[in-house]
């Protein structure tokens, strides 16, 4: 497989820097409904397979997902402070979740890839910390802090409702009854089928935004002078298609 220079230099990128979580951050744009910048930062979660789709979760009620759907161009920057590279990824945006039961893309852009958009879908859920997934459970992005939301367990009990599986998140109702140690031990295996539960079935908030790149800055301060190049995917701006477009980069002065 032959992928474009900027790929293999921001593979090496996260490579060289390995020992640190926050270069999996970067920054991301998109356009208010009243036109406004605005920001964000994000995990880099992975590459899709072989494609140069960026992948990246987030939550359906916050508004970046109400923007890209509006408006699925964005950018993101990111910096890599041990080598000195910034990297400003232009993208179209696409988002996967889960609708009326299937998982479908809810915005306009659709990228080519081969993979069904379920599996997709729930590679992104099912790699994601337990704790991270819990994070789809509580109350939505904005909405007013209230002393007991700080008690976020029950929250959880929304994901099995109408649900037709065995298990129930009300542990405690479930042990009414029985001796504390036993008790103790099957709330514990009850957590563990909860947990169980939830790998399996996303949160109905989870989104899988994959990010597809067609122009990229790249600017490397370590070398003097400093490199700046310009890769650009063949085609229009506005419909750059990957499978019939080809990479091209120039070197430019920074
Ligand atoms: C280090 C760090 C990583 C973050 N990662 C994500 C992420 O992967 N997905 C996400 O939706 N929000 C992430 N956030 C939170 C966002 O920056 C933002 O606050 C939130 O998504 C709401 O954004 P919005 O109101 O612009 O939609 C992260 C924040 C920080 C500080």
Redesign the pocket.
Known sequence: MHYPSWRQQLVRSLHLHRSKPEAK?FQVASTSLKGLP?L????FRQFIDDTNLLA????MR???VMHWQNNYHTQLHWYFAKTREQYRISCHVSMLAKQNGEIVFINDYKPSFDKKPKAVLMEQWQNLSPTARGGFFVPA??SLYKADDADCSALTTMVIEGSDSETSLNSEHAQDGQEPDRKAHATSKQIDADANYIKRNPSPYFVAVLFEPYKVDYLDLKTNPHTRQLHSLGGTEENPRPSESVWTCVRVHA
């Open positions: 951050y605005t964000r930062t994000m995990v990246s979760v987030t939550d916050s508004d970046k992005p904005k």
